[in-house]
């Protein structure tokens, strides 16, 4: 077995390195997921119930991410056709720029994949491939004010076919402006907790009345 465990603990200089019999099972983990033992095998040779307890014992190197990461993606291109490798016709090149310059819609990204055409007749508002933009939130308002006029209209009148659509429609406004209060909120500025211009002021003001006074 390689001693790659003896990172578990620092070296100090001059010092020679103390293992405790503990250590051994964490470098055995260590030792077997890298060797290739699924986590599941080597959690039954340790012993444990619990496969997070077997991950807890396993050193992860960079070295080691950067690797798996790479084959990975080996592994993927010999799955892929090579046709997805080919080189883009300018005409194509284009579709695909095009794709991403109609996605900007009026409250926000539509982000449905390339080549797909809108499902969703272009009612935006209550569409799931919508991402809203939170500059949009006054707009939105707007809209739900009135698809909101237009419901109580419709119940009044009578016009039962558009009031399951126009609930529909409100109910996905109200999401899509919920969720612009959560992004705004999440990219908000962050209060560092600075003393204010006021609390100085005042705290001057006081020390020249103390030496007014003296
Ligand atoms: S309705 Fe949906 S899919 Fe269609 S443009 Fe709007 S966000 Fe995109």
Same mark, same amino acid.
């Given at each position: ?7 578990? +603990? ?7 390195? +103390? ?6 099972? +964490? ?14 095998? %080597?959690?039954?040779?340790? #012993?444990? %119930? ?5 991950? #807890? $014992?396993?050193? /992860? $190197? ?13 592994? =993927? ?7 997805? $490798? =080919? ?17 900007? /819609?009026?409250?926000?990204? *539509? !982000? ?5 055409? *809108? /499902? ?5 508002? =209550? *569409? ?6 939170? %500059? ?27 009031? !399951? ?9 109200? +999401? ?7 992004? !705004?909120? =999440?990219? #908000? ?10 609390? /100085? ?11 007014? *006074?003296?």
């Amino acid at each position: 077995m390689g001693f790659a465990g003896a990172a578990l +603990r620092p070296v100090v200089a001059a010092r020679p390195l +103390r293992f405790t019999p503990h250590d051994f099972r +964490r470098i055995f983990a260590t030792d077997a997921l890298r060797a290739g033992i699924p986590p599941h095998i %080597a959690a039954k040779i340790l #012993g444990h %119930a619990d496969l997070n307890t077997t991950m #807890g $014992y396993a050193a /992860v $190197y960079p070295e080691d991410t950067v690797s798996a990461h790479r084959a990975a993606i080996a592994r =993927r291109r010999q799955l892929r056709p090579g046709e997805a $490798y =080919r080189e883009l016709s300018p005409e194509e090149w284009e579709e695909f720029l095009g794709h991403f310059e109609l996605r900007k /819609v009026a409250l926000g990204v *539509c !982000t449905r994949d390339f080549g797909a055409p *809108c /499902v969703h007749e272009h009612a935006c508002v =209550r *569409c799931p491939a919508l991402r809203p933009d939170p %500059a949009q939130h006054g707009r939105l308002t707007e809209i739900l004010a009135n698809l909101r006029d237009r419901l109580a209209e419709a119940e009044q009148q009578g016009w039962h076919g558009e009031i !399951t659509g126009l609930e529909v429609s409100i109910a996905g406004a109200e +999401r899509k402006l919920h969720t612009m209060s959560e992004m !705004t909120a =999440r990219h #908000g500025p962050v209060h560092l907790g600075m003393p204010d211009f006021h609390g /100085v002021v005042g705290r001057l003001k006081t020390d020249k009345e103390e030496t007014a *006074c003296s």
